[in-house]
Every structure is written in structure tokens, then in C-alpha cells.
């Protein structure tokens, strides 16, 4: 079992900037992927950044260029540094940590968070 703790939403101003943190403990020997999701309000939860072992990332298109995700693999801690936010960037963001089997791109088993919410409003 992996245990999974996300920190750092509140509420933000429109062009604001936010930093998300998750640490991980527990069997944490064989994950290989980290990532950032999220569901928006009437909306399908949503990859908004993933990095793995290897240190590849990923970004949805709506996030590219003002989000980075980040990694410190000694505390198993991964961050996601939000900038310029927008009300569209409102939802609940959810940690996740995957095995993933990179020959086939399928995932053998993943942990989840409980999520901290984000909201961006004036």
C-alpha cells in the first residue's frame, strides 16, 4: 500500500501562482510514474502532468507553458508549480503514483490521493 498526502490548494486571484505538494510513503519501491489530475466541476477527472522515473514529463495542452511539475525522488515528493491561473483551472487536483509497464503502456496498479482543492476566483 501506498499512502498518498497532496498539501497546498486554496484559494487564488486569477493570474495568480500556486504550489502543489504530494509525499508519498509506504511500498513506494516500484513506482515508476507520478502525476498531477484533476475534476473541474461537471467534467471528467483530467492528466494535467505526469513525470516518471526516467524524468520524462507530460502536460495537457491547457496547462503547457504555466505549469511545471517537479520531482524529489530521495523524499519521494513531487510538486506541481502553477502560474498565471485562470477560473478554468478550478477543480480538485488529485495525486497519483502508477507501476506502470512502459513495454506494453499500461498501468499494473495505482494509489490516489484525496485530492485538495483549487480555486481560482476574484
Known amino acids: 500500500q501506498v499512502q498518498l498526502v497532496e498539501s497546498g490548494g486554496t484559494l487564488v486571484q486569477p493570474g495568480g501562482s500556486l504550489r502543489l505538494s504530494c509525499a508519498a510513503s509506504?511500498?513506494?519501491?516500484?513506482?515508476?510514474?507520478m502525476g498531477w489530475y484533476r475534476q473541474g466541476p461537471g467534467k471528467q477527472r483530467e492528466l494535467v502532468a505526469e513525470l516518471s522515473s526516467g524524468g520524462t514529463t507530460t502536460y495537457a495542452d491547457s496547462v503547457k507553458g504555466r505549469f511545471t511539475i517537479s520531482g524529489y525522488s530521495g523524499k519521494n515528493t513531487v510538486y506541481l508549480q502553477m502560474n498565471s491561473l485562470k477560473p478554468e483551472d478550478t477543480a480538485v487536483y488529485y495525486c497519483n503514483a502508477q507501476k506502470r509497464i512502459t513495454i506494453l503502456g499500461s498501468v499494473a496498479y495505482q494509489y490516489w490521493g484525496q485530492g485538495t482543492q483549487v480555486t481560482v476566483s476574484s
Open positions: 509506504g511500498s513506494i519501491a516500484s513506482i515508476n510514474v
